[in-house]
């Protein structure tokens, strides 16, 4: 298998569109995506048992198994999971919102957030955190999961740069 | 070495989406391809309303009250937000897995079904799933290579998978899923409010003015009232009905899909696992519950990087034009097999990028001036010269 080379269009998220990154963090996690190659994905698949909102299974693929420590890995959904319910939670603040929406014509979020947008934000902001203090050091990276239209948590495993241990 | 950002033009994400939808506005808005219905929808609310103000209210507000072209005009404000919202939002669209997840997926497909002896066709592709007590079917959707999430549906007008899948209404344009279900519910009993309301003050209008003039020079004098009349007579039947019927299907928490299909009918003791059993619990959670994101990021700009060598199988024929390439999920209708699927997919386990001729017909065309060698038809765009 001979390496090739080509061009790779990536996405980057700008200012002024929905989600906004710390550019200087990016930089660093995009310099690993650029210089390491991909050995393999894993897909952490949702799960539905308590319905359809948004949660993942906590199941320890095997394929993490000499990359991270289970516990490490169960903390991460767990908090994510935990994240995305306080965004789908139905309460009095979630009425209250739907409600004045309601009497505005929603014409009120043409200049306010949604409290589910305010959560994703955390939440990108969380999965950077993780990113930068325990999933890169080991040669992983979390893919948000709102870019895989919460359908799975993607986790790239990259190359060893000294082993070369591929797949 | 950049194909695609020539000059000012910034390409956006929604110019490369996969499905059948239009764009407009740089990708904030999105509909489906026929639009001549909802054009026509536009054209009937807003010419009935327009007679209105025009024959109507001048009489009305000064013999009866000024109120009543105020409210008209608050209910009619009403009525076109909530129709906008419903016909240019994202309905739920589930973005199709990127090859990487395809393979995934099929790989735990294969690993499920075991060696299926050849000639006999691979049992289909199912995951059982239980909520709240009640086994749920999971099917694999061809198209877009995902097991579709609970109440997911392909909207074949649109091709695309939609959460929580309604309908397709062609009076709004769109589908209606997660996101928009809410707003479609309120056009169509705002829509209903209005209808009556217009239709009420038409008839207050002409007994009014007959009982001064006599009724057949009241109608030559508004000739504006008999059309709205006509107009509103028809659209009660309908949009009322349709009111209703949705107001039963919010109070179960049920979604028409569900309810044509005949999924929670109480055959086989299944019962709707989403219900809260609770009337007001269900309303509560349908119209006023959370609003979800949408998880196609229309106007996210798409750039290219010069990337690192990959470690993928030798590629001749892609290495000739520096073309934009894109790690996306290749478009394979729904006609074909299964096997046809899988050696498709298998090519591209490295992630490798592919080209995809995108349906350009519909969008703007982005100004590369390269365009990708197998450019149309969007059938297929794998080239299966077991290149990665």
Known sequence: MRPRSGLLIQDTI??????TFNMA???????MRQQAAIASKVFVQRDYSTGTTCQFQMKFLPELENRIDKQQFEETVRTLNNLYAEAEKIGGKSYLEGCLACLTAYTIFLCMETHYEKVLKKIAKYIQEQNDKIYAPRGMLITDPIERGLRVIEITIYEDRIGGNGR | MSAVMVSKKVLRKWEKLPGKNTFCCDGRVMMARQKGVFYLTLFLIVGTCALFFAFECPYLAVHLSPAIPVFAIILFFFVMATLLRTSFSDPGVLPRALPDEATFIEMEIEAANGNVPAGQRPPPRIRNVQINNQIVKLKYCYTCKIFRPPRASHCGICDNCVERFDHHCPWVGNCVGKRNYRYFYLFTLSLSLLTIYIFTFDIVHVVLRSVDSGFVNTLKDTPGTVLEVVVCFFTLWSVVGLTGFHTYLVSLNQ?????IKG???GKNRVQNPYSH???MKNCCEVLCGPMHPSALDRRGELVELPLAPVPIPASKNNKEN???TKATAPLISNEHTPDDVKSSIAPELEGGVEVMPSPLENKHPPSEPPTPPPAEPAETTVEPDGAF
């Open chain 1, 14 to 19: 700008q200012s002024g569109s929905r989600r």
């Open chain 2, 322 to 324: 520096p073309q934009t």
């Open chain 1, 25 to 31: 963090e990016t930089h660093s996690l995009q310099d």
């Open chain 2, 255 to 259: 979604t028409t899909n569900e309810d």
């Open chain 2, 277 to 279: 059993r609770n009337i």
């Open chain 2, 263 to 265: 999924s929670w009918s």
